[in-house]
């Protein structure tokens, strides 16, 4: 699967963004993966954000404990699209962001669990 990241851009604290990534190939749709946001700052490694998994009617989701109540991650299988809508920003969550797909990851949680990356997105927030 191809992903496509894109809605970064350069803000003020307190203002919103949403990132989008767009899936192709395959055959297959955003809800037989196990989807991904990820963020790196420099000198530092992908960072668990938020992910998104379907199984049946049930779909998980978790966040990382900072972007709790903050950041809300969605998918539409129709359009084979992932969102992560990111409210309240702060000058900390300014990152490279990026999307990622998992078959069947052992830990939703780390980056090395997923094996399709988009290109990242910048997201940068100003005090």
């Known amino acids: 699967v191809q992903l496509q990241a894109s809605g970064g851009g350069s803000v003020q604290a307190g203002d919103s963004l949403k990132l989008s990534c767009a899936a192709s190939?395959?055959?297959?749709?955003?809800?037989?993966?196990?989807m991904g946001w990820f963020r790196q700052t420099p000198g530092q490694g992908r960072q668990f954000v938020a992910s998104?998994?379907?199984?049946?009617?049930?779909?998980?989701?978790d966040y990382v404990d900072p972007v709790e109540g903050r950041f809300t991650i969605s998918g539409d299988n129709a359009k084979n699209m992932v969102y992560l809508q990111m409210n309240a920003l702060k000058p900390e969550d300014t990152a490279v962001y990026f999307c990622?797909?998992?078959?069947?990851?052992?830990?939703?949680?780390?980056?090395?669990?997923?094996?399709?990356w988009g290109q990242g997105t910048q997201v940068t927030v100003s005090s």
């Open positions: 190939g395959r055959g297959r749709t955003v809800k037989d993966y196990a």
């Open positions: 990622a797909a998992a078959e069947k990851p052992l830990t939703h949680n780390v980056a090395q669990s997923y094996t399709y």
């Open positions: 998104i998994k379907w199984d049946g009617r049930t779909t998980y989701i």
